[in-house]
């Protein structure tokens, strides 16, 4: 994964996302998008940082931190939809899980997922992301593994509420973690490269339920070893990743001192304005502040538009994941075969997220190879996209968070889009998801459209009045320097 991303050239990711410097016109740069301008302390010079300084800083990041995050999501989404999997190897029987009742257990688990998203990702700063991503991991990894000790519906229901709870964070404060490190037309690539994982997790999920089924030990046979191993996994690994994760740029202990401060500096430059803090710890947590990182962050047309985006799109992913199993079982396959039937869709939603080949378009198309071909890749798209357009931190990780929840609500719906009296051609289903992918493309080009016309405006002067509405630090994303990201 870091040798394929050392390969990744920034500029192309500069020509998708373009975003203006304060003081230069973007066509005043040169074509090497790794151009930046430094102010040196009490001086109003700018100077150019060395390209050569910039590309090792962000490689040296990408080898640090992205692999860790890959194996971090890849490990969230097969604990939370091996429930998928266990329920074609005998969860459904032993549990009497009869009528819509699995249905309620998978909506369970978005209840607390949803409420803690908001709050979650004020506490990243607080307890240092190199803690707090790591502690989530060890929670939902015990509750992973105790779900394999359930013997009822009720316990079932707990352990689901629990293991939502204990994920919920999780997806936000990655992104808000990210957006630490890396400058604002960088955090795209970054996410999707960790994204990729939750398509590639349903073929792992897939492959090892299939040999961890086959499990018969000490009076727990089949579906609870799918689990308990796989929770297991899931702890450990959370012991391992507290050790390396760094909490900030300015605390990384594999950058020198100089790389340091100039990764510290690159990113007060990419703030364009939007925050007057010099390091990203600086930015002190304040209830006194809460309101207006709320408003700033909910009121914002970027915010509200790719929130909207964000739970048509994950409609149909989470409708994927959690009933591709049951999908292709009512198809006649036994157990066995529908558990390896579903590797190859994930492996193709997997390449095209990593290779940022996917169409919404496509995504209508009832194959399942073209639908994780076409969605997955749109989903880090609409995260990124906002984490992009919301500033400063705290700001960011309320818009953030605020998205993740409302576009988690889908999952009230997803839960319910494929019920087993509509086996085997699930026409509701489908209709339901390609329904919402239509929404997705109709948002997507509102969005644009606001986006060039608020930077045209900018351009022009037309926001130079907010200047004067008082604290110039706390304008963030809507200083009139800063510039939305298309």
Not at 3 to 10: A, F, Q, Y
Not at 285 to 296: A, D, I, P
Not at 385 to 412: D, E, K, M
């Amino acid at each position: 994964l870091s040798i394929l991303m050392s390969l990744h050239e920034d500029r192309s990711i500069a020509m998708v996302s373009k975003v203006s410097s304060p003081t230069l016109k973007p066509m005043d740069k040169p074509e090497d998008m790794d151009y930046e301008e430094k102010v040196e302390e009490g001086s109003d010079v700018l100077q150019p940082i060395d390209p050569a300084l910039q590309q090792r800083i962000t490689r040296k990041f990408d080898t640090h931190i992205i692999p860790w995050l890959f194996a971090i999501w890849l490990l969230a989404f097969i604990d939370r939809s091996n429930i998928g999997n266990a329920r074609i190897d005998g969860l459904a029987d032993d549990l009497k899980l009869d009528g819509d009742k699995f249905n309620i257990a998978l909506t369970v688990f978005y209840i607390p997922y949803v409420l803690v998203d908001v709050p979650s990702n004020w506490l990243v700063k607080y307890f240092g992301a190199n803690y707090y991503l790591p502690g989530l991991l060890i929670a939902w990894g015990i509750v992973g593994m105790c779900t394999g000790f359930v013997t009822d519906y009720n316990g079932l229901l707990a352990c689901r509420f629990f293991l939502g709870l204990c994920e919920g964070g999780l997806l936000g404060g990655m992104i808000l973690y990210l957006s630490m490190f890396y400058r604002r037309h960088e955090l795209l690539f970054r996410i999707g490269m960790f994204y990729c994982a939750a398509p590639l997790s349903g073929a792992f999920g897939g492959l090892l339920a299939t040999g961890l089924a086959r499990i018969n030990h000490a009076g727990y046979n089949r579906w609870p070893w799918i689990f308990i191993v796989e929770g297991a996994v899931t702890v450990a690994y959370g012991l391992v990743v507290i050790f390396f994760l760094p909490p900030t740029p300015s605390r990384a202990r594999f950058l020198s001192e100089s790389d340091r401060e100039a990764a510290v500096d690159r990113m007060g430059l990419d703030s364009h304005g939007a925050s007057q803090a010099s390091k990203v710890e600086s930015e002190r947590f304040s209830w006194h502040w809460v309101r207006k990182w709320v408003r700033m962050a909910t009121l914002n047309v970027n915010t509200v538009l790719l929130s909207l985006n964000f739970f048509a799109i994950i409609t149909p992913i989470y409708s994927f994941s959690l009933f591709l199993p049951s999908i292709i079982s009512s198809l006649g396959y036994n157990s066995v075969k529908a558990q390896l039937f579903t590797v190859p869709p994930n492996m193709a939603g997997f390449l095209a997220d990593f290779l940022r080949r996917g169409c919404l378009l496509h995504s209508g198309v009832q194959p399942k190879l073209m639908l994780t071909a076409g969605v997955f890749p749109s989903s880090p798209a609409a995260m990124g996209w906002l984490a992009n357009n919301l500033a400063p931190h705290y700001v960011r990780g309320t818009g953030t968070g605020w998205q993740i929840a409302i576009g988690n609500c889908s999952a009230f719906v997803a839960t319910f889009t494929y019920l087993r009296r509509d086996a085997p051609e699930y026409r509701t289903g489908h209709t339901i998801n390609i329904g919402f992918l239509v929404f997705s493309l109709c948002l997507t080009t509102i969005n644009i459209l606001y986006a060039k016309q608020e930077n045209r405006k900018r351009d022009k002067g037309e926001r130079d009045h907010r200047l004067t509405e008082g604290d110039e630090g706390m304008l963030g994303s809507r200083h009139p320097s800063f510039r939305y990201t298309i």
